[in-house]
């Protein structure tokens, strides 16, 4: 893979694991599951972050009319931060690697 800095803002550390998503579902011809949220960012190295402001987020995806979110499995203990109304409004997802959130978020079995 190869990244550059077009805009000329500098490179940064971390690409997000929808990026990833994205590329793959172009190149396989597959579409991404509707309505879904990717979450996560991953170092140039394939390691994955956990999701700041975990609750916060959330509250956003549901806002913008998300029904499923991929959530990466760092993330799964902030679950106990988010309200549990928020909780079943959507259909968490998780996923331990890239390659994992990639075909999770293809529907590819």
Request: glycine share 8%; with cysteine.
């Amino acid at each position: 893979m190869h990244i550059s800095d077009l805009q000329g803002i500098g490179l940064t550390s971390e690409l997000a694991i929808a990026e990833l998503v994205g590329l793959c579902s172009g190149v396989l011809e597959r579409s991404v599951q509707e309505s879904l949220v990717v979450l996560g960012n991953m170092t140039v190295g394939g390691t994955i972050a956990k999701v700041e402001e975990f609750a916060n987020v959330l509250q956003v995806c549901v806002d913008a009319g998300a029904k499923k979110v991929l959530i990466p499995a760092v993330s799964v203990v902030d679950l106990q931060t988010v309200p549990s109304d928020l909780l079943i409004k959507i259909q968490p997802i998780f996923y331990s690697d890239p390659t994992d959130a990639v075909f999770k978020a293809l529907g590819v079995s």
